[in-house]
């Protein structure tokens, strides 16, 4: 009887640690799932520009506002899931794109190629970091453009080459705060 019991005494207690490990476990798959973008984003290197900051997500979004128009450029379409997560209840960090061009460079890029167009807006990517700060990222129009080169005249890199420097001025104006 001393072995039984001892048996289902050795029993309980595997069950019990069974239990609480499988608990843990559980609670760092929630974890992991609930929470992937808190970890180290990892940007493609070939034809993107990144520049963290220090300022929050809102701040930099606004930053992002007001250098455009500044540098001769038009906010034409913003995008972003944070808000309308957050009216589902759902908690992400900030993200928003937001699409910048001018009709002028809408039209040059349509004589070139119309199948070009297709990238208009050129896009930067305003997102926030789990420390609270926010970095802003773009393609570079060279290269958002250049799939398009070998079927259009040369103008269409050139345009690409002037939307590159432009884009850098609005960024740096930004994130400059």
């Known amino acids: 009887m001393s072995y039984h019991t001892r048996?289902?005494?050795t029993s309980r207690q595997h069950s019990k640690f069974c239990h609480i490990g499988a608990a843990l476990l559980a609670a760092m798959l929630m974890l992991a799932v609930a929470f992937p973008v808190?970890?180290?984003?990892?940007?493609?290197e070939e034809g993107w520009q990144v520049m963290p900051t220090?300022?929050?997500y809102a701040e930099l979004l606004e930053s992002l506002r007001e250098a455009v128009p500044a540098e001769g450029m038009a906010v034409v379409t913003e995008a972003g899931p944070t808000e309308a997560a957050?009216?589902?209840?759902?908690?992400?960090p900030g993200n928003r794109v937001?699409?910048?061009?001018?009709?002028?460079?809408?039209?040059?890029?349509?004589r070139s190629s119309v199948p070009a167009m297709i990238e208009a807006p050129v896009r930067f990517y305003v997102t926030e970091q789990a420390d609270g700060t926010a970095t802003l990222s773009?393609?570079?129009?060279t290269h958002v453009f250049a799939p398009y080169a070998h079927e259009s005249d040369e103008n269409l890199l050139e345009l690409a080459?002037?939307?590159?420097?432009i884009f850098m001025a609005i960024a740096e104006r930004a994130t400059q705060r």
């Open 38 to 44: 808190a970890a180290e984003t990892q940007w493609p």
């Open 54 to 56: 220090q300022q929050s």
């Open 7 to 9: 048996s289902i005494s």
């Open 98 to 110: 937001v699409g910048v061009f001018r009709n002028d460079f809408a039209v040059r890029a349509l």
């Open 161 to 165: 080459k002037e939307l590159d420097a």
């Open 86 to 92: 957050a009216q589902r209840g759902e908690t992400i």
């Open 138 to 141: 773009w393609k570079t129009p």
